[in-house]
């Protein structure tokens, strides 16, 4: 009997990121290979966004730089430049780097280094015996099996210590040896796609800020019934572990839960959305339950 081939599915990239550095084997899986992702979703306009992100225009063409080069160079998985988000707070930096994270189907990671555990952790994991344990950025790799992640970076302005370490991170050739003393393994972070927050470059120690490409982000007013709106709705949704289609999610009835007066960063409309939409998944609860009290049958 004849069978008809498989259809051709091109291999996933792949890469080893942990070699350890006592002759053993590294922890937590790291000296498995792990997936270089996004390659399937890389096209001549590189990668397009779902929604939102048509006023970032900066943001939208670095990305789409990024993606020519990768093309250019053959390299089939997606990997962007170390980059500065220069914005104010609540502008929507996080929320980009999540959107685009998501477009390219690759893990993201935030390192709050405004957090004085994961500050000591990053500044200590260069070459100091006193890291807690591996950073929160290795920890997501070895989670997720992804060599490639999108990191946010928050509070870099604010430690200069922990700015400092992140140029062992950040940097091309530096990266690629990231010494996790803890578990006494070198890690290779050289295709993580890198977004360091910040107000102003020259906020962050003039090692970092030289290895960064700047790209400013811009405030932007959130009114209900545009597309950055709803991306957020969308990315609430994704982290409360809802469906779009939840039916106790109706656009309409959200947007009357929220005062809109004076709401004007993504960052505020996220929080406004998310706590609109776990109000109205307890209405409905409470309704669907009231109405099967009232069944006689």
């Known amino acids: 009997m004849n069978t008809l081939p498989a259809p051709f599915q091109p291999a996933t990239p792949a890469m080893i990121v942990g070699h350890s550095m006592a002759a053993s084997t590294p922890p937590l899986g790291l000296g498995e290979p792990f997936a270089l992702m996004g390659g399937d ?34 390299r089939p998985w997606f990997k962007m430049p ?35 555990v994961i500050a000591m952790n990053v500044s200590a994991s260069g070459g100091i015996n006193e890291a807690l344990w591996v950073s929160p ?26 700015a400092m370490a992140l140029v062992a991170m950040v940097d091309p050739m530096l990266g690629r040896a990231w010494r996790e003393d803890r578990i006494a393994t070198s890690v290779d972070l050289g295709e993580v796609s890198w977004f360091i927050q910040c107000s ?4 962050l120690p003039l090692p970092l800020a030289d290895r960064l490409r700047v790209v400013p982000m811009r405030q932007k007013n959130v009114v209900p019934d545009t597309t950055i ?3 957020l709705l969308i990315e609430v949704l994704a982290d409360l572990g809802l469906a779009r289609n ?3 999610v109706v656009w309409h009835d959200i947007v009357d839960r929220i005062d809109w007066r004076g709401l004007t960063t993504p960052a505020k409309a996220y929080a406004d ?10 209405d409905f609860a409470t309704e669907r339950h009231a109405t099967a009290d009232l069944d006689p049958y």
């Open 137 to 162: 950025v290795v920890t997501a790799m070895a989670a997720t099996r992804c060599a490639n992640p999108v990191v946010t970076v928050a509070g870099a302005e604010h430690n200069a210590d922990a």
């Open 41 to 74: 979703r890389l096209g001549p306009g590189g990668i397009a966004f779902d929604l939102g992100h048509g006023w970032q225009r900066d943001f939208v063409d670095a990305v789409a730089d990024a993606c020519d080069d990768l093309l250019a160079a053959e």
């Open 246 to 248: 939840d039916p106790a």
């Open 200 to 203: 102003d470059p020259s906020n």
């Open 82 to 116: 170390a980059t500065a988000l220069v914005g104010r707070a609540g502008c929507g930096r996080t929320h980009a780097a999540r959107m685009l994270a998501s477009a390219a189907a690759v893990t993201h990671v935030i390192l709050n280094l405004s957090d004085p």
């Open 229 to 231: 709106a709803l991306s």
């Open 273 to 282: 959305l998310r706590s609109a939409v776990i109000q109205a998944q307890y």
